[in-house]
């Protein structure tokens, strides 16, 4: 019977082992940043659409003046729209303008919008990917992050800071 156990839970860690080692093969290279879903995020454009498109609708020159200071609720809205629009191009190309280069010797070098950032990584035991990346200043951060779908084309990380989560598509890019 311990013979039995003793060989399953070899044959489990031979497995563990085997599918990070497929991990650790499926991930080098160069990953460009494709997409993001925050819901914290996606929440405060949508409720920020929705305030721009009823801003001021429903009142008269008089009311409109007493609460915003402005007459002209046309304006006000076009104004926010822009201001709402570039907050969100903003937001997209920061995804878009990362990128991760894993090598083979188990160092990294990530681009985040005009920083770049060197560090190691490594797949845990629970398959999760685990950087140790030096920051500019010289100190090191650890970051932890679960590998929702990792294959040839797509690397799909989920970020949890605090009580906010992140998940962020990564494409493959061409060599």
């Excluded at 990128?99 to 560090?119: A, C, P, Q, S, V």
């Excluded at 932890?144 to 779908?149: E, W």
């Amino acid at each position: 019977m311990n013979n039995i156990k003793s060989i399953t839970l070899i044959s489990i860690l031979i497995f563990l082992i085997s599918c990070n080692n497929k991990n650790q093969d499926k991930i080098i290279g160069t990953w460009k940043g494709a997409k993001s879903e925050n819901k914290t995020i996606d929440s405060f454009f949508i409720k920020s659409q929705i305030l721009i498109d009823t801003i001021g609708k429903n009142n008269d020159d008089a009311t409109n003046m007493k609460l915003y200071g402005i007459k002209n609720m046309d304006s006000l809205r076009k104004y926010l729209q822009l201001q709402h629009d570039s907050a969100l191009i903003t937001e997209n190309n920061k995804i878009k303008n990362t990128h991760f280069i894993f090598k083979k010797d188990r160092t990294i070098e990530l681009f985040f919008n005009g920083y770049n950032l060197t560090g190691k990584w490594n797949f845990d035991d629970e398959g999760s990917l685990i950087l140790e990346v030096v920051k500019t200043s010289g100190d090191a951060d650890l970051w932890r992050m679960k590998v929702i779908t990792l294959n040839e084309n797509e690397l799909k990380l989920q970020f949890r800071k605090t009580n906010d989560t992140s998940i962020v598509t990564f494409n493959r890019a061409s060599e």
